[in-house]
């Protein structure tokens, strides 16, 4: 991971504050996570960085788009996506990264690298169903759909009601003691 050099911060250089960072998110980013279910990245990360004495206060603020493929036609689209995420790190004897929002780091450490944060919170920000907005509005022509379509079930087809012998009508009469 030797291409994430710039998402390292020198915090020991830093006033006690607020701080701004801002990154600019392609495919070379996740390529260095070799990830490679985005065709083509195009986000922008924000992060606020709060310098206090004992601890630091981020929050990464992520927006942009990600091509991806349909899971319904396997056509490729641009899926917008947006989030948010807060971390605290405070200073201890050991690394510690158990709990997801409190890092803990080496009291002689003197940077933070977020790389795995950023990739983390972009990965998770895509919608578990990826479905092209076509599809949804119903304009979407495909080989896929077509075949879906002939596939599928038509509603307003009616199953027949079969008609029942009325010798069987007087037995059911009397197994629930209605007499007509």
Same mark, same amino acid.
């Given at each position: 991971?030797?291409?994430?050099?710039?998402?390292?911060?020198?915090?020991?250089?830093?006033? !006690?504050?607020?701080?701004? @960072?801002?990154?600019?998110?392609? &495919?070379?980013?996740?390529?260095?996570?070799?990830?490679? !279910?985005? &065709?083509?990245?195009?986000?922008?990360?924000?992060?606020?960085?709060?310098?206090?004495?004992?601890?630091?206060?981020?929050?990464?603020?992520?927006?942009?788009?990600?091509?991806?493929?349909?899971?319904?036609?396997?056509?490729? @689209?641009?899926? &917008?996506?947006?989030?948010?995420?807060?971390?605290?790190?405070?200073?201890?004897?050991? @690394?510690?990264?158990?709990?997801?929002?409190?890092?803990?780091?080496?009291?002689?450490?003197?940077?933070?690298?977020?790389?795995?944060?950023?990739?983390?919170?972009?990965?998770?920000?895509?919608?578990?169903?990826?479905?092209?907005?076509?599809?949804?509005?119903?304009?979407?022509?495909?080989?896929?759909?077509?075949?879906?379509?002939?596939?599928?079930?038509?509603?307003?087809?009616?199953?027949?009601?079969?008609?029942?012998?009325?010798?069987?009508?007087?037995?059911?009469?009397?197994?629930?003691?209605?007499?007509?």
């Amino acid at each position: 991971m030797k291409g994430l050099k710039q998402f390292n911060i020198p915090f020991v250089g830093l006033k !006690e504050g607020n701080h701004s @960072f801002q990154y600019q998110i392609d &495919n070379k980013f996740f390529e260095e996570f070799q990830y490679n !279910e985005f &065709n083509n990245t195009d986000l922008t990360v924000d992060i606020d960085f709060v310098k206090k004495s004992t601890l630091f206060e981020l929050t990464f603020s992520l927006k942009g788009s990600v091509n991806i493929p349909c899971d319904v036609t396997g056509e490729y @689209f641009d899926q &917008n996506i947006e989030g948010d995420f807060k971390l605290v790190v405070k200073f201890g004897p050991e @690394f510690n990264d158990d709990n997801d929002e409190i890092l803990i780091l080496p009291l002689d450490e003197y940077q933070l690298n977020v790389a795995q944060y950023i990739y983390e919170l972009s990965v998770l920000s895509v919608p578990s169903k990826r479905i092209h907005p076509k599809v949804l509005d119903g304009t979407m022509e495909s080989e896929t759909l077509k075949k879906l379509k002939e596939l599928e079930i038509n509603k307003e087809k009616t199953v027949e009601e079969k008609s029942t012998d009325p010798r069987w009508d007087k037995l059911k009469d009397l197994l629930t003691g209605k007499n007509t």
